[in-house]
């Protein structure tokens, strides 16, 4: 973990910061980060896959050298797996003990529901102090939890507090960094919105998306990125299942840089088009016509 860095104090002290650990955000990202950061307010962030929500809790959790502590949200997702859960093999040595001992029920009961047989999880974890400051609390993709869970999120994300009918109320001293993420694969209730800052994370401009490329892949040619960066701009616009994000277009840059390409060419693109596009369907509507069709147009934009 690196030293412990002081929040911004402005949004363009935040677009540094992300820019020091290579995340080049725009404008109304980085302010609705650091309003976010500045009044102690969970952020939640919506937008397609690989438009970079996840990175974002990484980089800033090394920016400012807090722990960064991620749930990953699934179907089925409960507070025995987000929140907490008791040692139950633990408990039952214990019992077993003090019955051999002849301790008393009540001094039992007290002692196997104690801190020491607790198994804090992600949510619990981030409401505990930390030495480097509150860590920073990643909460993936929302969306794919059900909304039983979701529900169970307004006390934390509302009261930074969660409740264990054995020890009562657990409350953090300072409010965790927190992100929340969601695909959209369905749509998260209002109430936990209305906790957040709401930023919505679109595919970057293409000037945005080359600064990306060339800071993340430093090893990559000038016209090479540049080829890159306007073939994937191109690429969106095309009926897909699945538009490649930022993280496919650095995928393939770097799959580029490794088979020593220093421009795009017609076979280049149908053999990696499995580091851009990650369904079949699409890479058979891709392949051949409309890639050379894609290429043509870089190639005459760039000549322009």
């Known amino acids: 973990m690196t030293a412990k860095t002081t929040l911004p104090a402005s949004v363009d002290a935040t677009l540094a910061l992300?820019?020091?650990h290579r995340y080049i955000a725009d404008r109304s990202l980085a302010t609705a980060l650091f309003l976010s950061l500045k009044l102690g307010r969970p952020l939640f962030l919506e937008g397609e896959p690989g438009t970079g929500k996840t990175e974002i809790a990484r980089v800033l959790a090394a920016a400012l050298g807090r722990r960064l502590i991620r749930l990953q949200c699934y179907?089925?997702?409960?507070?025995?797996?987000?929140?907490?859960?008791?040692?139950?093999?633990?408990?039952?040595?214990?019992?077993?003990?003090?019955e051999a001992g002849g301790a008393s029920r009540e001094t039992l009961d007290s002692e196997i529901f104690g801190e020491r047989f607790l198994i804090r999880r992600p949510l619990l974890e981030a409401l505990t102090p930390d030495p480097a400051g509150p860590p920073v609390l990643l909460i993936d993709e929302l969306d794919r939890a059900d909304e039983p869970f979701e529900a169970y999120l307004l006390e934390v994300l509302g009261d930074w507090q969660v409740t264990i009918p054995e020890l009562g109320t657990v409350k953090a001293p300072a409010p965790p960094i927190a992100i929340v993420t969601s695909n959209r694969t369905r749509e998260v209730h209002d109430a936990l919105k209305r906790r957040c800052f709401y930023a919505w994370v679109d595919f970057p401009s293409a000037e945005r998306e080359l600064s990306i490329v060339r800071a993340k892949c430093p090893g990559v040619g000038e016209a090479l990125s540049a080829q890159v960066v306007a073939f994937v701009q191109k690429l969106r616009g095309e009926d897909l299942f699945k538009l490649p994000g930022v993280a496919e277009t650095l995928d393939w840059t770097n799959a580029l840089v490794a088979l020593d390409r220093i421009a795009l060419d017609p076979a280049t693109i149908d053999d990696t088009l499995g580091a851009l596009l990650k369904y079949q369907d699409d890479i058979a509507k891709v392949r051949g016509t409309t890639a050379l069709k894609l290429l043509k147009e870089v190639e005459a934009a760039s000549a322009a």
């Open 18 to 20: 992300l820019a020091q």
């Open 75 to 98: 179907e089925g997702l409960d507070a025995s797996t987000a929140v907490y859960e008791w040692n139950y093999p633990r408990q039952m040595m214990e019992i077993r003990l003090a």
